[in-house]
């Protein structure tokens, strides 16, 4: 069954330090989408992206996060300067429409350790 | 704002029993709805989608009541491996998905 696989599953950083969460999305899937989870908290939508842009994106995505889509296949996220409350596991996500009738093929995730 | 509320739980249940969950939404808009099931420390799986008509999946069986703006799912003869966090998901936006919390389900011997 075909997957959605991120790297890396644990990452510790540095307050302050920038971080990329890389993704590899499902390969005839054509939407692309970040949501993170705080333990113990929802999962929350950070953004969308579609044909090389981005099409929604939450209040939590704020000039720190960026997204990309640097060659045919990788799909990543940025944090710049990571604060503390960054602190949370990111889901990666791929669907073949962005009507969300099938619901999405989430990866793994990477957890996310700002100290 | 648009919400997704469901009962936190746990709920414990014995095998063979069976549960229902419930969820409601604030968004009158939303079109799509969704189960999604959630192992800890885990990625969110697709269950099922939630039909207006109601629709089944084996052991499962979700409904949808738009008035009320309420979706259930009632899983019947519980299995062991049924034990994990169960997410009501519905769209919020074009592309969107917005979660509830989970309702956790506890399935003991």
């Known amino acids: 069954e075909p997957e959605v696989t991120q790297t890396p599953s644990h990452q510790v950083t540095q307050m302050g330090q920038e971080v990329i969460l890389r993704c590899v999305p499902i390969?005839?899937?054509?939407?692309f989408y970040w949501y993170r989870q705080i333990l113990g908290q929802k999962v929350e939508f950070l953004v969308s992206?579609?044909?090389?842009?981005?099409?929604?994106k939450s209040e939590i995505f704020d000039d720190q996060f960026s997204v990309e889509r640097p060659d045919g296949s990788n799909f990543t996220l940025k944090i710049r300067s990571t604060k503390l409350e960054d602190s949370a596991m990111y889901f990666c996500?791929?669907?073949?429409?962005?009507?969300?009738?099938?619901?999405?093929?989430f990866g793994s995730g990477t957890r996310l350790t700002v100290v | 704002r648009k919400e997704v509320e469901q009962d936190p739980g746990p709920f414990n249940v014995p095998e063979g029993a069976t549960v229902a969950f419930n969820c409601t939404y604030s968004?009158?808009?939303?079109?799509?709805f969704f189960w999604y099931r959630q192992d800890c420390r885990k990625e969110p799986k697709l269950l099922m989608s939630?039909?207006?008509s109601g629709n089944e999946d084996g052991r499962f069986t979700a409904q949808l009541n738009r008035a009320s703006q309420y979706i259930s799912l009632l899983i019947r003869d519980s299995k062991l491996s049924d034990s994990a966090t169960y997410l009501c998901?519905?769209?919020?936006?074009?592309?969107?998905?917005?979660f509830g919390k989970g309702t956790m389900l506890l399935v003991s011997p």
């Open positions: 939630v039909y207006s």
């Open positions: 998901v519905v769209n919020s936006g074009y592309s969107t998905l917005t």
């Open positions: 996500a791929s669907s073949t429409t962005g009507i969300s009738v099938g619901g999405y093929t």
């Open positions: 968004n009158s808009a939303s079109q799509s």
């Open positions: 390969s005839n899937h054509l939407y």
């Open positions: 992206f579609y044909n090389n842009e981005i099409s929604e």
